[in-house]
């Protein structure tokens, strides 16, 4: 959302954020929090939630992280294929979980990059 609030945010939008693997309510991390000031974001109170069939049929465009999350958005709701798509279309973009904060502050980095151009697609 700070993205999108920071580019005007002229469109009502919605954004969630579900994990193929998450542990439904599990806070984030402090090594989240600080990637997110990393990129000048405001942490907040923020809950992991598992991604459901709900959230994927409500869902305009599902942005993925991995090949395998795709698959799994698929497998979910075969009726989504065309709604989901890799946030990079060139490749993963890995989870930092267990990494040094330096990982996690540079796939902050690389999100908020890919996050940009995605929105950038979507204006044009």
Known sequence: MHLITRRGGLIPTTVRSA???ATEGAPASIETAEALRSVGVKPLAHRSRALTPGLVAGAQIIYVMTPSHLHAVRAMDPSAAARAVLLDPLGDVPDPIGMVQEVYNQTAH????LISTRLEELDA
Do not use: D
Request: net charge neutral; proline share 0%; aromatic share 0%.
């Open 19 to 21: 994990g193929t693997a």
């Open 110 to 113: 690389r999100l908020a990059e």
